[in-house]
């Protein structure tokens, strides 16, 4: 078979590596891909908005399957537009694509789920806003309700923060995604991801992560896309995660599919654990990045088999997914300058090298200059290893980014703080 990978980042590296693993795939195309990407799969130009382009590509090379891995696409619906004509899709059509679209859009829906989340309040307008604050204590969380590439969420320490925040996001800083805003109260706990597949009515667990959102160690400075992850989030134990499937999940895909809006896809869910529970931050209508490098280091399975099912509604015919016992951990090497503006074009080298004491090196924003790599985005390669603790991964995925001739790049020191610490109490 034939798969189409869209995308171009560390997760898509990952997809593509065990998408090359399966003996059902013939070739894999992708785009824009990567040069680590390019190692798996034939790169092309071909414009994931110009779903034309994509939709005769597809019938041209005899795709049998399409793997959308960013959340624009989705967002954009190209899922349907490739559905229509007949084309097995990895990730869920526009609709139920606002699960990650729209915050408003899945408040509302966990109002009318009974899902346990977050109080809110959805605004459209500076003085609607302000004088909803009243209804929230201090610190309050304000977001912009449409994509706004992690950047969208603000937690406001107090009123004077909280109205800065507002006028910044009625504004404009945010464009569109910002037009409509939404204040949330505050949870208190430790944050979790848990990720199922489901083809609008199967549902099949796929592991926990925790990322590392803030760019500095100790959790400081500004919030990144991810500067690192592990898996499993052993916090996340077997019990709540039951508590999970049963009030969040279930009802999210039930409510979508009962609504004519059924999810195909991977669900992330993004969780806080409270005090009171489990409770719903946000979703997200695709797989994690980085989380989904640590968790492609625990698939044994053939992934081709699995997304095919999901797409084709068959995943009630699968088993449980089988992920390995052992933890996966990755420290993304960012360059200079992000989450700001990334200092491109410094130069990495020695990769191979890296790799030699058995860590994974997915490329995320690289490319290929004159023969060398070079960094070429904000987050730029995932250092990944396996072992059978978080420690024991995180040692030597630290021996390999120390391996790496990377002389613009950086990244935290202390990735899996959290889990290292439960497991040498
Ligand atoms: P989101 O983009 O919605 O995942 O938000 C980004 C980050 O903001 C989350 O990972 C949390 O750390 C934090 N956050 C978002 N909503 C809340 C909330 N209601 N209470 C506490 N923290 C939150
Ligand atoms: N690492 C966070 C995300 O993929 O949204």
Known sequence: MNILLLGGGGREH????KLAQSPRL??????????????????VDLDATDHRAVVDFCLRYSIGLVVIGPEAPLVDGLADNLRVKGFPVFGPGKRAAQLEGSKGFTKDLCKRANIPTAAYERVTSKDGAIAALDDFALPVVIKADGLAAGKGVIIAQTREEALE???TMFSGAFGAAGEEVVLEEFMEGE??????????????PFGSAQDHKRVGDGDTGPNTGGMGAYSPARVL?????????????????????????PYSG??????????????????????GDPECQVLMMRFDGDLVDLLLAVAEGRLAQEGPVELADRAALTIVMAVRGYPGTPEKGGTIGNIAAAEAD??????????????????????????????????????????????????????????????????QA
């Open 358 to 423: 058995g860590a994974k090196i997915f490329h995320a924003g690289t490319a290929e200059k004159d023969g060398e790599l070079i960094a070429n985005g904000g987050r730029v390669l995932n250092v990944t290893a396996t072992g059978d603790c978080v420690g024991t991964a995180q040692a030597i995925a630290y021996a390999a980014v120390d391996a790496v001739n990377f002389p613009t790049g950086f990244c935290r020191r202390d990735i899996g703080w959290r889990e290292v610490a439960r497991e």
């Open 237 to 261: 134990t077997p019990a709540l995660e039951a508590e999970v499937i049963e009030k969040i999940i279930t009802p999210t895909v039930a409510t979508l599919a009962a609504e004519g809006m």
């Open 165 to 167: 925040a507002l006028d």
């Open 191 to 204: 944050e979790a991801s848990f990720f199922a597949l489901t083809d609008g009515s199967a549902i099949l």
């Open 26 to 43: 013939d070739t894999l195309y992708a785009a824009p891909g990567n040069p680590g990407i390019a190692e798996h799969a034939q790169l």
């Open 14 to 17: 990952a997809l593509a590596w």
């Open 266 to 287: 991977v669900l992330y869910a993004g969780l806080m654990l409270t005090a009171e529970g489990p409770k719903l931050i946000e979703y997200n209508a695709r797989f």
